[in-house]
Each structure stands twice: as structure tokens, then as C-alpha cells.
């Protein structure tokens, strides 16, 4: 009968301690961070890829790039990159951007802010930064080279 309730006690502390902590960070991803008339394009055409994408670095841009394996690569780590919370860095010099069109010429941009290790994505309802915790290798994807 001990054993049962040792391990019983175990497990209670095993789930309270794995439970959400007050301090913790909400994560979203980009279809939970920006709402769905923003993202009205994205769910229009859930079911294809985008035919055209222009990409803007500092002062650089790359404009109708139609690399159908360059975009999908894009367009599938853009979605997949984890946002937190809100900051105040503000750092102007390191945008970069992003425009998605579709085949019936509807579009969608997204804008991200990458210096050094501080990553964030903007949000134009809110107008304001919020770090990316996770950029699933966007940051990392050679375009315009």
C-alpha cells in the first residue's frame, strides 16, 4: 500500500511540474499570430502555392522570383516558425520581406526583422515587434545569390 502511494506522489508532482507556469511563453505560429482576414490569401489558396515571390533584404530586392522549389521552401518555413512575445526592439536596418502571390494575382507579405540573434515578425494590426523563437530555417534559406 506504500508503494502505491509513493508512487502516486510521484506522479502528482510529475504532472503538477509539467503543467503551464505562469511565467511561460504562449507560442503561436503564424496562423494563430495574425488574424484571418490578414491572412484571408493564405486560406483562399490553402491548397496551392503561391506562382510568384518577391523578397527584400536591407537594400536588396529580388523581385518575381518564380522558383517553385525556392518558394515552397520559403513559404513552408515561413509558416512553420514559432513567434513569442511582444518586445520593444525596434531595429530598422535588418527587414526583410517577403510577398506572396497567388495564380488569380491576390497576395500576401509578411514582414521580419533579422540582427544578429534578435528575430522578430512584425504585426501591422498591432504595429509592433514580437520575437521569433523558432525561425525554422528561414533565416538560413539563400535567395537572390
Known sequence: MKKIIVVLSVLFVLVG???KKENSIEMKNIK???SEEYLSAY???KDELPVKMSYQESSMMYEDITDK???E???NALFGIEIGEKTNLDITDAERNYWFTYADGTSIYFMMINADKDMMIYNPVEKCNYEIVDDNGLFKISIGE
Open 43 to 45: 486560406y483562399d489558396h
Open 69 to 71: 522549389e525556392l518558394i
Open 32 to 34: 494563430d499570430f495574425y
Open 73 to 75: 521552401k520559403v513559404y
Open 17 to 19: 511540474c509539467s503543467g
